[in-house]
């Protein structure tokens, strides 16, 4: 079945860069998502990859795939207190009927220290 | 251009009842999904519309139910509620080609006492 795995938490000071980890088990998921989902709010989609991608870089965002590990990270650098929210990985997998949903992983809370 | 909305914002019911919660689409999107998201866990997804029809559903049991309007919105029909339905209920909306990149609304938080 699939699963998606992060690390539960992750503490940085502002200004650090902030790395945050995913590892999915579908071989066949062609994209992979990051969203953030401040406190009682929706998720906000940051940036998501292709897997035929090794890396993506939007503004202070970095994302890297390896696919053989079926691992992806998630760098932020320049870490603000607004950063500070919980991050979801989520692997797009086609179901059945050919239509794509997400699994997600249990998310990392990423605190901001001033 | 509007995003993703959903009502109410939050809603209390009591185990045994019915509730219905709504989703409209961002513009120019056809395909809606619902995700139930608990207390301290990611979403977990519950069923997709595209052309008014329920087209792919994950292990939800069928007390929740759905529909999808010709203007695309949809709603969620949750029946005989229980307690552990308590939580975070998110719409997404998406575009069927290419992608297919889930954008999701704020949410609706209820409440199963």
């Known amino acids: 079945g699939e699963d998606v795995e992060q690390s539960l938490f992750l503490s940085v000071r502002e200004g650090d860069s902030s790395v945050i980890n995913c590892t999915y088990t579908?071989?066949?998921?062609?994209?992979l998502y990051w969203y953030k989902q401040e406190p009682g709010a929706g998720l906000q989609l940051l940036t998501y990859?292709?897997?035929?991608?090794d890396m993506k870089q939007d503004q202070r965002l970095t994302v890297l795939l390896n696919k053989k590990d079926k691992h992806l990270s998630l760098r932020i650098a320049d870490t603000q207190t607004g950063d500070s929210a919980i991050y979801f990985c989520?692997?797009?997998?086609?179901?059945?009927?050919?239509?794509?949903?997400?699994?997600f992983g249990s998310g990392t809370r990423l605190q901001v220290q001033p | 251009d509007a995003g993703v909305t959903q009502s109410p914002t939050h809603l209390i019911k009591t185990r045994g009842q019915q509730v219905t919660l709504r989703c409209s689409p961002k513009s120019g999107h056809d395909t809606v999904s619902w995700y139930q998201q608990a207390l301290g866990q990611g979403p977990q997804f519950i069923f997709q519309y595209y052309e008014e029809e329920e087209r792919q559903r994950g292990n939800f049991p069928d007390r929740f139910s759905g529909h999808q309007f010709p203007n695309y919105s949809s709603e969620l029909n949750v029946n005989a509620l229980l307690l552990g339905d308590s939580a975070l209920y998110l719409c997404?909306?998406?575009?069927?080609?290419?992608?297919?990149?889930?954008?999701f609304g704020p949410g609706t938080r209820l409440l199963v006492l």
């Open positions: 579908d071989s066949s998921s062609t994209y």
């Open positions: 997404a909306s998406s575009f069927t080609s290419g992608s297919e990149t889930q954008y």
């Open positions: 989520a692997e797009s997998i086609r179901g059945d009927t050919g239509r794509r949903a997400l699994t």
């Open positions: 990859i292709f897997s035929n991608m």
